[in-house]
């Protein structure tokens, strides 16, 4: 596999296969979001050259600018909370997030868990997520579609054999 399948649900089976990593380094631009700023600090940490992190508070313009500027192919890594901060700081530079780059949620299982506490973030994540021309929900841990989110039944799922 040389890049993450979009408009699916990818079931890995397992962890540490490397499917974050091939987001990262598949071709054109990637926005992946997570849900615990550890795991942008470990994938940033191992792609720096490549790789821009953002999350927590105050305003990212700036930053996202100047690494859009220096880089043809965009791959950033952001918080669940963070995507619609993500999205509306490109779409002001000028960068289509919806058309252009392939999203990839990662860990979407922690979804479920995270409704009742952070209820607006996973909103708010869905909600960009129905915009987008190619996104894909991440994760080892198997749910049986019957249970999965309103918001994703349509798409197809695919497993990782």
């Known amino acids: 596999m040389t890049e993450i399948p979009a408009n699916c649900v990818l079931n890995k089976g397992i962890t540490g296969c490397g499917a974050t990593t091939l987001a990262i380094l598949q071709p054109g631009h990637t926005i992946i979001a997570v849900p615990f700023v550890s795991l942008i600090q470990n994938k940033v940490a191992q792609h720096k050259d490549v790789l821009l992190g953002i999350y927590g508070e105050g305003d990212k313009t700036a930053i996202i600018k100047d690494y859009v500027d220096c880089h043809p192919s965009v791959k950033i890594m952001t918080t669940f909370d963070s995507l619609p901060k993500v999205c ?39 909600e960009e997520t129905k915009k987008m021309k190619r996104v894909t929900f991440v994760s080892a841990t198997p749910i049986e579609p019957e249970y999965w989110l309103e918001e994703i039944k349509h798409l197809p799922e695919i497993k990782i054999e």
């Not at 289509?96 to 979804?111: A, K, N, R």
């Open 88 to 126: 509306g700081i490109l779409t002001e530079l000028k960068h289509d997030p919806y058309t252009t780059f392939h999203v990839v949620i990662d860990e979407w299982h922690t979804l479920f868990q995270s409704y009742q506490f952070r209820n607006n973030a996973v909103r708010n994540l869905l």
